[in-house]
C-alpha cells in the first residue's frame, strides 16, 4: 500500500521556537508538496518540489523554508514559529501516471498548535 | 482572481442521493479533481475531469461543464461513512491546483 508518513501528528510548540515538519513518500514520486489548511479555506500550497535540491515557492510561503535532500524526504522549516502558523499541515507527492492527472497521495496531516 | 465555490456543508439520508456541486473561475483549466477527507484524517482522490461529461466510478459520478465552468459530485445509495467533506479542486494553466474550502457531507440515519 502506497504511504506518505508524516513524521509527527499533534505537536504543540511556542512562539520563536523552530519547528520541524518531516514527511517521507515510498511511491518514488518526483513530486512533494506541503499545504497548510485552515477551516473555511481550501488548501494553501506552501512550498513545492519537483525533484530533488529543488524547491520552489507557493502561494503562502513567508515564515517557512523546505528541504529536501533525498527522493523520499521533504521537510518543512518553521524558522520562529508564530502563533498564526496554528493549523493543519498536510504533505503530499505525486509521480507521473499514464492518465495525466498526477494524483495527489496526502499524507495524515501534522497539526501544530503555536503558543 | 481565481475562485473555487461549493456549499459548506450539505444534509442528507441514508440510503438517498446527494449531489455537490463546484463552480470555478479560474486562470485556465486542466483537469478538475474531487477529494475526499474524513475528519481528522488525509484527504484521497476520488475522481478526475478533464473533458465534459459524466465519469461513473461505483455509487460515486462527478460531471464536469468547461463551458459554464461547472462540477458536481453525485454519491448514490448513501451509507454512513460518506460522511465526510468533498474537496473541490481546479488545475489552471500554470498547472497548479485551486482548492474550494470543501463541502462538509452528513448523513443522517
Known amino acids: 500500500d502506497v504511504k506518505v508518513t508524516q513524521s509527527s501528528r499533534y505537536l504543540v510548540k511556542r512562539t520563536g521556537e523552530k519547528v520541524f515538519l518531516e514527511c517521507v513518500q515510498d511511491m518514488d514520486h518526483e513530486n512533494m508538496f506541503w499545504y497548510r489548511q485552515d477551516p473555511g479555506l481550501g488548501l494553501r500550497l506552501i512550498y513545492f518540489?519537483?525533484?530533488?535540491?529543488?524547491?520552489e515557492k507557493g502561494d503562502i510561503p513567508e515564515g517557512y523554508s523546505v528541504s529536501r535532500e533525498k527522493k523520499e524526504r521533504f521537510s518543512l522549516i518553521l524558522e520562529s514559529a508564530s502563533t498564526n502558523q496554528t493549523s493543519m499541515y498536510l504533505c503530499?507527492?505525486?509521480?507521473?501516471?499514464?492518465?495525466?492527472?498526477?494524483?495527489?497521495?496526502f499524507g495524515a496531516g501534522s497539526r501544530l498548535t503555536v503558543l | 482572481g481565481q475562485n473555487i465555490d461549493q456549499p459548506t456543508e450539505m444534509t442528507a439520508t441514508e440510503g438517498a442521493i446527494v449531489q455537490i456541486n463546484c463552480t470555478y473561475q479560474?486562470?485556465?483549466?486542466?483537469?478538475l479533481f474531487w477529494y475526499q477527507q474524513h475528519a481528522g484524517e488525509a484527504p484521497t482522490f476520488l475522481s478526475y475531469n478533464v473533458l465534459d461529461g459524466l465519469e461513473e466510478k461505483g455509487r460515486f459520478s462527478s460531471f464536469l461543464s468547461r463551458s459554464k465552468g461547472y462540477s458536481y459530485l453525485l454519491l448514490k445509495e448513501l451509507q454512513m461513512k460518506d460522511s465526510a467533506s468533498y474537496l473541490c479542486?481546479?488545475?489552471?494553466?500554470?498547472?497548479?491546483?485551486?482548492w474550494g474550502a470543501g463541502t462538509k457531507l452528513i448523513i443522517k440515519p
Open positions: 518540489s519537483y525533484d530533488v535540491k529543488m524547491k
Open positions: 503530499a507527492s505525486s509521480g507521473g501516471d499514464q492518465s495525466g492527472a498526477n494524483v495527489l497521495t
Open positions: 479560474t486562470s485556465g483549466f486542466n483537469g
Open positions: 479542486a481546479v488545475r489552471d494553466s500554470n498547472y497548479q491546483l485551486i
